[in-house]
């Protein structure tokens, strides 16, 4: 290999700073063990749409482009190989230094955000602290520099439009086909010498030896550190087995049969409401991706005239944003577990009005003072819980509303990052017909 990738290894002291600025404590922590220069990290930077690791697999950068080698490409140091591939073979412990990073799953032609992870951020705590038996199947998982499951409101395939773009860009000559295609043309956009923004995430991952002696009394507090913050992070999951006995509980007491796609679909929203998956929203700052100048292009060179160029995001629903809601299309569908559509004949809005029942049976059922799942921490979690259901054909729906009433609501739908005169909410976009959003009751 001839290419050299771009890995920077440092000591402790070397790395002190970058880890002090994102994640106080932890460098505290590490301060306090004052480890030797046997103990070393790796930056990385890689730059928008890079793939960092491929189905559980570390891949370096190479140069300031998005190509990425895996770790045992013919060239890469020995020393890298030695200490990056641990964890049992899984990703190394890394902790995010600016922007995000997006963990996510592919499942034919769907794409499943499992989460987002900003500045702070440690990732990769799972598989390690399992011990040597582990149920956590590393293989599943991809990870890309900034987020991947982003797309555009309005649909960006016309051809005419396209082709400027593709000739300013030089970009490959296949159009979008569908919102998870616009990743595709973002990145190549954003990694253009004309672009003029680089978009780069840098990444600290640990060395194997950092791990080898977590069982050292000396290393207690690393330790305990690392294992607060991995139990955080797995609360639902840990518990997600009362979730799924709630539902079948629920179901049984109400003699509920639901279609298993609607069902799915339930869960999945609930799963949204309490923190756990992240929904979507749109962006308004470049910390998932470099929103503003993807937007630019889109207006000034493709010549979007008619609707905002509007990108969604993907989003957690917390306490810090509590007046942002999120959204789930049945559209563009996001969720982990879904079901075949028992008919090909079922209709979105049909789909939609069967969830919206559904959901409000169970949520019947959970405030129901003598049922198994009236649990108090489960009331508390989704008393605040508030969904809301759109289509732009709602007819004699009447718990469903247009979906002209969502840039009402919300204005940061027509709140891009450029200017955009004369512009207006893209209603006939396919995500928006047949979402939900989901949102809290403020306090």
Wanted: aromatic share 14%.
């Amino acid at each position: 290999m001839n290419k050299k990738v771009s890995v920077t290894p440092l000591v402790w002291h070397e790395a002190r700073e970058l880890v002090e600025q994102v994640n106080p404590e932890l460098a505290h922590v590490i301060d306090r063990l004052s480890p030797s220069e046997d103990y070393k990290l790796y930056k990385l930077k890689y730059v928008y749409g890079s793939i960092i690791f491929e189905q559980g697999k570390l891949r370096l950068p190479v140069g300031e482009s998005l190509e990425t080698v895996s770790l045992y490409e013919e060239g890469v140091p020995k020393e890298y190989q030695e200490q990056l591939d641990y964890n049992a073979g899984a990703c190394p412990v890394t902790l995010v230094l600016n922007k995000t990073i997006e963990l996510y799953l592919e499942h034919q032609e769907r794409l499943v955000s499992f989460g987002h992870f900003g500045q702070g951020s440690l990732v990769a705590l799972w598989r390690l602290l399992d011990g040597e038996t582990s149920f956590h199947p590393s293989t599943l998982w991809n990870v890309s520099a900034g987020v991947r499951t982003l797309f555009m409101l309005p649909k960006i395939s016309e051809k005419g439009a396209f082709n400027r773009l593709r000739k300013e860009f030089h970009l490959s000559p296949y159009s979008p086909k569908g919102v998870n295609d616009h990743w595709y043309i973002f990145r190549e956009i954003a990694n253009h010498q004309v672009f003029g923004e680089p978009w780069v995430v840098e990444i600290l991952v640990f060395g194997k030896n950092w791990f080898d002696k977590l069982a050292d009394p000396a290393w207690h507090e690393l330790h305990l550190y690392l294992l607060k913050q991995a139990w955080q992070a797995s609360k639902y999951w840990r518990n997600k087995f009362a979730w799924d006995y709630t539902y079948t509980d629920i179901q049984q007491r109400r003699g509920l049969k639901p279609n298993p796609y609607v069902g799915d679909t339930v869960k999945h929203l609930i799963s949204i409401a309490l923190g756990a998956i992240p929904g979507h929203a749109p962006a308004i700052d470049n910390d998932c991706a470099p929103i503003k100048r993807i937007q630019y292009a889109y207006v000034s060179i493709y010549g979007l005239k008619k609707y905002y160029p509007t990108i969604m995001v993907p989003m957690f629903l917390s306490e810090k944003n509590a007046y942002r809601p999120v959204y789930y299309s049945l559209q563009v569908p996001t969720a982990i577990e879904l079901s075949l559509k028992s008919s090909e004949h079922s209709s979105t809005i049909n789909d939609l009005y069967e969830t919206n029942s559904l959901l409000q049976k169970y949520f019947d059922e959970w405030f129901t003072a003598d049922s198994k799942a009236s649990d108090p921490s489960i009331r508390e979690i989704l008393y605040r819980a508030k969904f809301d259901f759109f289509h732009n054909d709602v007819a004699e729906y009447t718990q469903i509303l247009p979906v002209t009433q969502l840039p009402i609501d919300d204005e940061t739908f027509c709140q891009p990052l450029v200017d955009c005169h004369y512009h207006r909410f893209c209603a006939n976009s396919s995500f928006v017909k047949g979402c939900v959003r989901i949102g809290r009751v403020l306090r």
